[in-house]
């Protein structure tokens, strides 16, 4: 693990090459590097002292505008990076607006202006951000979040805000505290403690106050032997809830809750073609961990560990599947199940009672074409328990492939199917879910390319159908979309300038309407000047909307950009833009007919770098 940083070193190697190249103190020269020299280092201590103090402070100020996070990796990161490194940007955006059937309370003219401030200690970035348009006021600041992951060969430690990878049923949290991980070719174990979730503790009596929650504290280990195929590992979780991390008020209102989780999940290659893998998890969960303890022997042997009360929950969750690798084909067949109210405190959020079954497979016919494809089918209420049981069902087949160099071709279809049933009760025939979708889509491309010029032709269709299959329906939910797009775009190589034209057109039925669009569009590009600094593009739409007695309209717009960049850091940004609205529904009203909007928008961005220390090298010595 390397420590060494900017200012740290053997005496053997100077930190400034001025010290060692000038004829010593008592010289002028050395007199000149030396002051340079500590000169520079005070600015860094300075600056790291003033970041350190002040940002704290910032972090319980109010202000508008969001705070954004300090991290830093490793040490190894650090010790890589320079010292200290200050950049930012400051910039203005202009626009004005017109509309000839007006603005209402909209201001036809906007003004911005934006400063950006990056301050990197040893790779720590802190920015800083101002914000002005049209007299409001925004600013950011870092926050300041403690993170370092030191190595040292097969060991990785845990400090501050982290995460360790643990069972993907168990925890998917991060956490504020330590850990330690050692991982091997084939042997892993690690372990954390910490806090996995800050506590909200606003005033009661504040009607602004924000929803409570608990501290919750935890700790895990986890360990594991194999690789590749061959694998198995072993997790454990233990976290609560901390009742004295909020008010007692706000303790009335919400329980704090108590958990232990346990996980395995394994591989194993039975065959060179054949894997088998699986996932498995019990969590014993506890809703309010003030509730009345359960006493009984088995109990009692585990109240070290957790403490089984009345409020208490076992639930399992886990999945298994087979994997069939042969040549040219690949197919994998699994089953999921997750048992109601199963949930453990290390997960954010996770759906639970249901079972999944499911199987997809891919293969590659005369080494051209790809075929894929899949069917998997869900459903809820796996102990019977719930009023009525819904099934789903999603089915896809995809293929691709390319005729020739410069000619591919791809489709596919996907479907999903609804359904409701019976279970302690009878489903109402009027309300009972039985729903079907398809989708079906075409896209073949081809492409031109010669020493002039390159043209590109795209077509792409598409078919969805959304409907109600129950015999009562009146089709009021029911949509079908028809949609189908071709594009065309020339490149001219000694012009440096390409050419794009575009149709699109979509109809869409539903109940008792229709909606028709179509959208002709044509743009071009190109950089001007020796070192392709000016860049120009215009486009050109033409765009018509029916909503089948309800509106028809159509529009014409126009757009022209321009950007300039000088010396690498200033930036100049203009565009404008054109837009003719006409409703030409006869019932429309009349002081909307031929509405014409004008767009202008200038920007100026300066990019600067008021310092830069970089890290002094490393020296190879000879003894």
């Known amino acids: 693990m390397n420590s060494r940083f900017y200012g740290v070193s053997k005496l053997t190697t100077p930190l400034i090459p001025s010290l060692r190249e000038g004829p010593g103190v008592g010289s002028g020269r050395g007199w000149v590097s030396w002051t340079s020299w500590v000169s520079t280092r005070a600015y860094i201590y300075i600056i790291s002292t003033a970041a350190l103090l002040f940002l704290p402070s910032l972090g319980e100020g109010s202000g508008v505008g969001c705070a954004q996070t300090l991290t830093q990796n490793t040490i190894s990161t650090i010790a890589k990076s320079d010292p200290l490194i200050i950049t930012g940007a400051i910039g203005t955006q202009n626009t004005y607006y017109h509309s000839s059937i007006g603005s209402g309370y909209r201001s036809p003219w906007g003004n911005s202006f934006y400063a950006n401030l990056n301050v990197s200690l040893y790779g720590i970035s802190m920015p800083f951000a101002f914000y002005y348009s049209n007299n ?16 040292y060969k097969n060991w990785r430690g845990h400090f501050g805000r982290s995460n ?25 174990v690690g372990a954390f403690y910490g806090e996995l979730r800050n506590a909200i503790n606003d005033d009661p009596d504040d009607p602004t106050a924000r929803k409570p929650q608990y501290s919750r504290m935890g700790w895990g280990v986890k360990a594991g032997y194999g690789a590749g195929r061959n694998y198995l590992d072993l997790f454990f979780l233990r976290a609560y809830d901390r009742i004295n991390s909020i008010d007692a008020r706000w303790q009335e209102q919400i329980n704090p809750q108590d958990n232990v989780a346990v996980a395995v999940k394994g591989g194993l290659g039975l065959f060179s073609w054949l894997t088998l893998r699986g996932n498995l998890a019990w969590s014993a969960f506890s809703s309010d961990k003030r509730a009345e303890r359960i006493h009984t022997k088995e109990l009692d042997r585990w109240d070290k560990v957790f403490d089984a009360r009345y409020t208490s929950l076992m639930r399992i969750a886990g999945d298994i599947s087979a994997t069939l690798s042969l040549k040219g084909f690949n197919t994998t067949v699994f089953y999921r199940m997750v048992q109601p109210d199963y949930t453990t405190l290390g997960l954010y959020y996770t759906s639970n009672n249901y079972q999944s079954l499911g199987i997809n497979a891919a293969t590659t016919l005369f080494k051209k074409i790809s075929l894929s494809a899949s069917f998997s089918g869900q459903e809820d209420n796996i102990t019977r328990r719930q009023l009525y049981t819904t099934r789903g069902f999603v089915y896809n087949a995809s293929a691709s492939t390319n005729l020739a160099d410069n000619l591919s071709l791809s489709a596919g279809y996907s479907g999903y ?41 795209s077509l792409s269709t598409s078919f969805t159908q959304n409907k109600d299959l129950n015999r009562f329906a009146t089709g009021i939910s029911d949509v079908t979309t028809l949609s189908a797009g071709l594009s065309h775009s020339l490149t001219v190589k000694p012009w440096e300038m390409s ?15 229709r909606y028709t669009s179509d959208i002709l569009s044509f743009s071009t590009g190109r950089s001007f000047l020796k070192e392709k600094n000016l860049h120009t593009s215009a486009t050109v739409s033409l765009c018509y909307n029916d909503i089948r007695n309800q509106q028809r309209n159509l529009s ?58 970089k890290r002094h090298a490393e020296k190879t010595t000879t003894d």
Not at 139 to 147: A, G, T, V
């Open 136 to 151: 409001n006021t925004s600013w950011s600041f870092p926050h300041i979040s403690f993170h370092i992951d030191p190595t």
């Open 417 to 457: 199917r609804q359904l409701q049933s019976d279970c302690k009760a009878h489903v109402n025939d009027t309300t009972r879910v039985n729903r079907v979708m398809h989708s079906f889509y075409l896209t073949p491309s081809y492409t031109i390319d010669g020493e002039t010029t390159e043209n590109a032709f």
């Open 164 to 188: 360790m990878g643990m069972h993907t049923y168990l925890m998917n949290m991060s956490f504020n505290g330590v850990g330690l991980e050692y991982n091997s070719q084939k042997l892993r």
């Open 556 to 613: 014409v717009g126009a757009d022209l950009t321009a950007g300039y960049t000088l010396a690498k850091v200033h930036q100049f940004s203009f565009s404008a833009g054109f837009n003719k609205y006409s409703d030409t529904n006869i019932s429309a009203d009349r002081t909307s007919m031929g509405t014409t909007e004008v767009n202008l928008s200038l920007g100026y961005n300066y990019t600067f770098s008021l310092l830069h220390l």
């Open 499 to 513: 050419f794009s034209t575009s149709f699109s057109h979509q109809q869409s039925k539903g109940y008792q309407t």
